[in-house]
């Protein structure tokens, strides 16, 4: 006699909206059901990308019963230095946004890896394009969150046609909304094309990042990184391994201009950021990256960091607020 398999509901992807409205976010100046959280069809933030934001972790350490916020005060920094770059500022200052996102967190009872959303948006229902005098608001979500890009295994890159935004047209060390279109055309291009991430070079054609990574490789047991003034983010992830690596492996890292060709030649390559967290690069442009496996360095790197963001590494424990 057969017996029918019991029928079970595919998860949601990796930072979509969970089922059920009992996660609750900040909006409006208040404690709101996610599933409420609206804006209107004419908001300037939706018609003009005229918003900025930050991308968050918490990470869930089941021995301790804990969930740590990974550098909060960090990142609301640089949204601050975003938000005036969009001639906007937060709605109240850093310490009092990480308070916010401490008590979002408790309310919702996380106990897992969780993803930060925090958006300051031009809240003006109105046509037409500009910055100024224009209302703002902040809201602040935040969902249960895996693994964006593989970090257990070597990924694949190309190189794509796209050119990363030049500061001299959406600045790339602001997180500006309406910039991640460029991501989106490279992402796409490099997946549509078999490959698993981007690799965006500059305007004239050194590398800059990732879609949303920044980039690190290894030659001769050097680290070596593009600079700030090549249209990167200034990655709060990226500082954090630049700290790993000196102070636990003895390695610094040289910021300076990359060829597109010194990656093909590089012993490792692998790329960073909130969502990406380290992701091993094995494979570029049809052509192996070292011998094709995730490299000592980058293996070691990885280890040290997601021990230091669950708490596990009492000399990194300033990096993390706990929220129990």
């Known amino acids: 006699m057969l017996t029918q398999k019991p029928v079970v509901a595919p998860l949601p992807p990796t930072g979509a909206r969970p089922p059920g409205d009992d996660i609750v976010c900040w909006m409006g100046g208040r404690f709101v059901p996610l599933s409420e959280a609206k804006i209107g069809v004419m908001t300037h933030g939706f018609l003009y990308g005229t918003a900025t934001f930050e991308g968050i972790r918490a990470y869930w350490n089941e021995e301790q019963g804990q969930l740590y916020g990974l550098k ?35 309310r919702n009872g996380f106990r897992q890896d969780t993803y930060i959303r925090p958006t300051l948006y031009k809240s003006t229902e109105a046509i037409g394009v500009r910055l100024h005098n224009l209302d703002r608001d902040l809201v602040v979500f935040a ?39 460029n991501s989106a055309f490279s992402k796409s291009e490099a997946q549509l094309n078999g490959y698993d991430e981007a690799i965006v070079l500059t305007l004239d054609g050194h590398v800059s990042e990732g879609s949303a990574e920044n ?12 600079g700030i003034s090549d249209d990167i ?29 010194e990656l093909y030649i590089a012993d490792e390559v692998f790329m960073c950021g909130t969502g990406a967290q380290i992701s091993p690069v094995t494979m570029i442009d049809h052509r192996t990256v070292g011998d094709g ?32």
């Open 215 to 226: 980039l690190f490789m290894v030659r001769d047991g050097r680290l070596i990184t593009p």
């Open 293 to 324: 496996h995730v490299g000592p360095i980058t293996a070691r790197l990885a280890e040290l960091y997601f021990d230091a963001v669950r708490g596990r590494l009492p000399a990194y424990a300033s990096w993390l607020t706990p929220v129990y």
């Open 143 to 181: 969902v249960p969150f895996g693994e964006y890009i593989a970090i257990d295994r070597g990924i694949s890159a190309q190189t794509v046609s796209w050119r990363r935004n030049s500061d001299l047209s959406i600045p790339a060390r602001a997180k500006i909304v309406g910039a991640y279109a």
């Open 72 to 106: 909060l005060r960090e990142h609301y920094r640089r949204l601050t230095d975003s938000a005036k770059v969009l001639l906007m500022e937060p709605p109240m200052p850093v310490e009092e946004l990480v308070a916010l996102t401490v008590d979002l967190l408790r």
């Open 233 to 261: 983010l200034e990655g709060i992830t990226r500082s954090a391994l630049m700290e790993l690596a000196s102070q636990e492996l003895g390695i610094e890292t040289l910021g300076r201009t990359v060829d597109r060709s």
